[in-house]
């Protein structure tokens, strides 16, 4: 029997694995299934019969709310990387006097590969990177681009984008924000604070399905600039197939090549169900819940180090502790219906996704870590 009318968890199973892998829900599972039958029945034709090739502006403009950008700001396309590339290839572009990509230690490793591998294009490009409170006296005028991860994916403690964006702004340094553990978990506000550039996964709290395509927000203000990365795809008209590019207007540019269409599809379904949410109080309850399985853990099981920030508004949607053990606690949670995961070497991270996980299921998550735990 499944519990929520939404989503596909069985009872029995307490799914807080969101930050990770967001499960299906019935809209996800009913647009997928709408794009096979396109496929099947249409096959090459589905290009225009099913309007597949305007899926990733689509899917932008519904992602729009989660971003709080302008719905002509974000584009759905690619994987996270990938378009992490394309925005600092073009940030660096736009403060094409500096060459140093400000980051801090501790942020995702691929986004770090990525600014890394930008020094084989240029040797002159290097990634300055610091702890996080060094952040704000490493910024000065020689920073070409602040990247950073809004929110960590280990102990996920959460930077003041606000500030952050506007005391790079002051120094003329670009901001690229990755979003993937805050968007569909958080109000975000990109066009009002300005942010440049900001991109994330669609797989975690967005429930778009296993690699589901990332996402790219280009501001307004940048939408004049050539992206450096020409994909066919941003052409102004890719099926002219002319020899010399000429960039599609606004955030169009930014797609490079042929869209992912089942799991765009599968996207557009995942999309449909926030439009009923409320952020601000998916956030709240996210908050509440987090604080309900710290106070558990807390008097029930002593043994855990809790890593993440015990002030609600310092962290994102996960909670994280350490143990010694982690890999087998986590192994046993699993066995017992409890599904979180496992960061090397002694992380266990619980996501916090309102959307399909309430009390009862904290309750009951941590009434089996305490058996497992014997
Ligand atoms: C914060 C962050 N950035 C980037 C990525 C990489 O995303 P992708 O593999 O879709 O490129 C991930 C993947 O989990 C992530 O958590």
Same mark, same amino acid.
């Given at each position: 029997m499944k519990k929520n009318a939404t989503f596909d968890i069985p009872e029995g199973q307490y799914y807080l694995c969101g930050h990770s892998l967001g499960p299906a829900s019935k809209q996800a599972v009913a647009s997928l299934q709408q794009g096979l039958q396109g496929w099947q029945q249409d096959k090459v034709k589905g290009w225009s019969t099913q309007f597949w090739l305007d899926l990733p502006e689509k899917l932008g403009k519904a992602l729009a709310p989660l971003l709080g950008a302008h719905s002509d700001e974000e584009i759905v396309a690619d994987s996270t990387s990938v378009n992490l590339l394309k925005c600092l290839l073009t940030a660096l572009t736009i403060n094409h006097n500096r060459k140093i990509i400000l980051t801090e230690n501790d942020n995702f490793p691929a986004d770090r590969y990525i600014a890394h591998s930008l020094s084989a294009i240029d040797e002159n490009i290097t990634l300055k990177s610091v702890t996080a409170p060094e952040l704000v006296d490493a910024l %000065? %005028?020689?920073?070409?681009v602040l990247m950073l991860t809004h929110v960590n994916y280990r102990n996920a403690s959460q930077h003041d984008m606000a500030m952050l964006t506007q005391k790079a702004h002051a120094l003329g340094v670009i901001v690229v924000w990755d979003l993937s553990h805050s968007v569909g978990a958080m109000p975000l506000h990109c066009s009002l604070l300005g942010v440049d550039f900001a991109v994330g996964c669609t797989y975690k709290y967005v429930n778009g399905g296993p690699g589901s395509p990332g996402f790219i927000y280009v501001a307004r203000k940048h939408h004049n600039q050539t992206p450096v990365i020409k994909g066919w795809m941003g052409h102004i008209s890719p099926f002219a197939f002319a020899q010399v590019y000429q960039k599609a207007a606004g955030i169009k540019a930014y797609l490079t090549g042929t869209p992912s269409i089942l799991s765009l599809k599968a996207l557009e379904g995942a999309l449909a169900v926030f439009r009923d949410v409320d952020l601000e109080q998916l956030r709240e309850k996210s908050m509440v819940l987090s604080q309900q399985l710290i106070d558990n853990i807390d008097s029930c099981v002593p043994q855990l180090t809790l890593v993440s920030s015990r002030d609600p508004r310092a962290r994102g949607s996960h909670v994280a502790y350490s143990h010694p053990f982690a890999d087998k606690i986590v192994t046993d949670l699993i066995a017992n219906g409890v599904i979180v995961d496992y960061r090397a070497p002694d992380l266990i991270r619980f996501g916090i996704a309102p959307l399909y996980i309430d009390g009862h299921d904290i309750e009951k998550a941590v009434q089996i870590l305490v058996k497992s735990m014997c």
């Open positions: %000065d %005028d020689s920073v070409a």
